[in-house]
């Protein structure tokens, strides 16, 4: 994971999402860069993720609304 940039969601209700990814990330022994841009859906997200693009973090109440169990 650490050679793929990390995804952040660009609404403002993410913050807290990014905030743990970040620290995550962190706790894990890397700093995780940024992919450069953001989405504000769940679905262009897991486009740019299938594409290989970047790591997207997902709480597991977003792959209930959107019916996802994983991407990979």
Do not use: I, K
Request: proline letters at 8%.
């Amino acid at each position: 994971m650490p050679s793929l940039p990390l995804l952040f969601a660009g609404h403002n209700p993410a913050a807290e999402l990014n905030d743990f990814a970040r620290d995550m990330s962190r706790s894990a022994g890397f700093v995780p860069s940024s992919y450069p841009g953001t989405v504000t859906r769940v679905r262009g997200a897991c486009d740019l993720v299938v594409r290989g693009r970047c790591v997207f973090c997902l709480p597991q109440s977003g792959t209930e609304r959107t019916g996802r169990q994983a991407l990979a």
